[in-house]
């Protein structure tokens, strides 16, 4: 019988069966997905982004179509770090892959008090910090666009917890690497690279733009090449593991990230089209080491070619 | 072949999510034609979708083959089942995805993912069941007429509005089960002249002797107008609504609509409160 391939990965001291996570904002609290497969048998699984408290989210329209792409508005709705704690946790944990939060704040204190109420609770096993969020102290600029803000947001989180801190990037600045570098320099484990590009698209029938926000972070395949581009940006500046996402759909898209320098990657709006993607990346990226006769995925990671 | 059977989906050790009972499958169609004025009727064979579905409920379409642009599944009303497990959806045309959609033939494949959502509920026995279609929000309605005359428990009375004759369809097949059909149009071409809420305003001006449900599929206007008129006459009314999906499953939250004031949540969500809401739990200023 042929030797199955090793797809097993560390994201510092996270080790994950296989680099595929499903992103956040796109897999809900976790178990919305089982009737189609098990997620156990996921990387890691992150859930919908969790505030101090609960969030309503934005008006409706909060989605629009554009060529390949997705726009969405939807506001960082999500029930509270406390609910989550309290009703969604419990279940989550039978699921035996690792559950990273997702976690947003308005303030640095915010993301402080988020991080020592995760701190607290058994069976979270990272937390990613969405920084693409506007920060009301400073006029509501986002906290990811400038380096010290990025920093002084990881920081204190890190400062807050034992567990591994990966900060998730906004793609809407000058220079992609100086963020990154700034919150390597405070303790971050990890970098997830992607968050959603900002975009809008108007209905000139109705002179309205598409959402009731004006506009909203896009998503899918139309942002697949910019996602490599700062994955490999980022993978030249930083030595801590990153982790790619942007438009991955199938397992090629998976494996074009991992081949930039990407340790894992994530799996966003592909779950709305397939619920079934991420699971389809696993099987994926299994039978492509087969045939490639790769035992070991590692031995694709960060094996770009020059011409 | 997969590299690894023990990746082969194992049933999982706990069932969550919402307890329902939902399925992704690939079908052929047994057909899709053209019907009426931009508007199409397509069928296929799924026993699993037929046995489940209920009326008011929905699917998740994807159009033909795996294609990035339209990138997502469109959402649409089961619009009837028949012969046991044909399913129908009936739609309009009104952009790429649909036109993308009614270019498919007989034997094409589609992906379908359903049911999804909470159906209409039903009419206590002897209760009258009051219809209101506008346009293509027919599709559901048909389906609970079926169902209705099936159970043999309820007079079903059916009021539709369409713009113009060349948009009503499906007539032969409700008068072949049997329901009151009442017909509007907006240019008179066809049945009572006007919109479908005047004809039921006039109609409905009172209680009546027997107690009435209404149950309702149209444009936000139409409802709008559904839902004055249930509270009114203090009638049980539910209405079924769209909203723009990313998933119909619960995990995008883009399907937002705002609740009345005093409800628990400031949002419901259509793909999984919904689509059909009892029509006091909505914020009719809103919508
Ligand atoms: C629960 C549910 C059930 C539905 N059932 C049916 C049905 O049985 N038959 C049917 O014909 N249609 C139904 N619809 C609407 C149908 O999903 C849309 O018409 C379709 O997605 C349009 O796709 P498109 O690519 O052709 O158009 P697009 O190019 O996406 O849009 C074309 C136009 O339609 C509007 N539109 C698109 N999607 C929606 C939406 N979800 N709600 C309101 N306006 C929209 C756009 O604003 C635009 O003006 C249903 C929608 C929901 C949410
Ligand atoms: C509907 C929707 C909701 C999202 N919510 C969150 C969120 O709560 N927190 C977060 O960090 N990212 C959120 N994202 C961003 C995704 O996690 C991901 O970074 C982005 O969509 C790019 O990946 P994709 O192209 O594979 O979707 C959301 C994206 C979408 C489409
Ligand atoms: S459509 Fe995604 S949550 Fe309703």
């Given at each position: ?9 560390d994201?510092?001291?996270l080790?994950?069966k ?9 897999f809900?609290y ?21 505030s ?56 640095v ?15 979270i096993a ?15 600029i ?11 947001v ?7 917890t ?5 900060v ?12 990154a ?24 029938t109705?002179?309205?733009p ?7 972070g ?12 700062l ?15 942007g ?54 990671i ?6 | ?5 023990s990746?082969?989906?194992?049933a999982?050790?706990y ?8 399925v ?51 959402p ?28 498919l ?39 609970l ?30 008068e072949?089960l049997?329901?009151?059909l ?55 009314s ?26 628990t ?10 689509p ?7 914020d009719?200023?809103?919508?």
């Amino acid at each position: 019988m042929a030797v199955l391939p090793d797809l097993s990965v560390d994201i510092g001291d996270l080790k994950l069966k296989n680099p595929v996570i499903t992103a956040s904002g796109t897999f809900g609290y976790g178990t919305e997905l089982t009737p189609f497969f098990d997620p156990s048998l996921l990387g890691a699984i992150i859930v919908k982004g969790l505030s101090l408290r609960p969030m309503p989210g934005n008006p409706p329209p909060r989605i629009a179509e554009t060529p390949c792409g997705l726009l969405n508005a939807i506001g960082l709705a999500n029930i509270g770090i406390q609910a989550f704690i309290e009703e969604k946790l419990p279940v989550l944990t039978k699921i035996e892959a690792p559950v990273i939060t997702n976690i947003y704040g308005h303030t640095v204190k915010e993301y402080a008090d988020l991080a020592k109420k995760i701190e607290k609770v058994e069976g979270i096993a990272a937390i990613e910090i969405n920084i693409s969020c506007p920060n009301v102290e400073k006029g509501g600029i986002a906290f990811g666009t400038d380096p010290d803000t990025a920093a002084a947001v990881t920081e204190r989180v890190v400062n807050n917890t034992t567990k591994p801190v990966i900060v998730k990037l906004a793609p809407n600045v000058t220079d992609i690497t100086t963020i990154a570098t700034a919150v390597e320099s405070v303790g971050a484990k990890a970098i997830s690279v992607t968050n959603t590009i900002l975009g809008m698209a108007v209905d000139v029938t109705t002179r309205l733009p598409k959402l009731a926000n004006i506009v909203g972070g896009l998503s899918g395949p139309a942002i697949k090449p910019i996602a490599l581009y700062l994955v490999h940006k980022v993978v030249a500046a930083v030595t801590i593991p990153v982790i790619g996402l942007g438009g991955i759909m199938d397992y090629r898209d998976a494996l074009e990230f991992l081949l930039v320098g990407a340790r894992a990657i994530q799996v966003g709006t592909a779950n709305f089209v397939n619920p079934k993607t991420a699971i389809e990346i696993v099987h994926g990226l299994t039978d492509f080491c087969s045939r490639e006769k790769v035992s070991n995925i590692n031995q694709i990671i960060g094996g770009l070619k020059t011409m | 072949m997969l590299a690894d059977q023990s990746l082969v989906l194992k049933a999982p050790r706990y069932t969550f999510g919402y307890g329902k009972k939902m399925v992704e499958e690939t079908v052929a169609l047994k057909s899709n034609q053209q019907i009426g004025k931009n508007i199409w009727l397509m069928e296929f064979r799924s026993t699993l979708l037929a046995s489940h579905a209920k009326p008011g409920q929905f699917l998740m379409v994807h159009l033909g083959e795996r294609t990035k642009d339209p990138l997502l599944r469109r959402p649409f009303s089961i619009h009837g089942i028949q012969e046991g497990d044909k399913v129908m959806i009936l739609y309009n045309v009104v952009g790429a995805g649909t036109s993308l959609l009614s270019s498919l033939k007989e034997h094409d494949i589609i992906s379908v993912i359903g049911p999804l959502g909470n159906g209409f509920a039903l009419p206590r026995p002897s209760e009258r069941a009051i219809l209101v279609g506008g346009g293509i929000g027919l599709a559901p309605l048909f389906f609970l007429a079926q169902v209705l005359q099936k159970d043999q428990r309820n007079t079903v009375t059916l009021f539709l509005g369409f713009s113009t004759s060349q948009e009503v369809v499906r007539i032969q097949q409700l008068e072949e089960l049997g329901v009151n059909l009442s017909l509007t149009t907006e240019d008179g071409s066809l049945g009572f002249k006007g919109i479908v809420t005047d004809l039921l305003d006039q109609r409905l001006s009172n209680k009546g002797p027997i107690k009435s449900v209404i149950y309702a599929c149209g444009p936000p206007q139409m409802l709008k107008k559904v839902a004055q008129k249930a509270t009114t006459l203090s009638l049980r009314s539910y209405v079924s609504l769209e909203g723009y999906m990313a998933c119909g499953l619960g995990i995008c939250l883009g399907c937002a609509v705002k609740a009345a004031h005093g409800e628990t949540k400031p949002y419901y969500y259509v793909c999984q409160d919904g689509p059909v809401f009892p029509s006091g739990m909505i914020d009719w200023e809103v919508l």
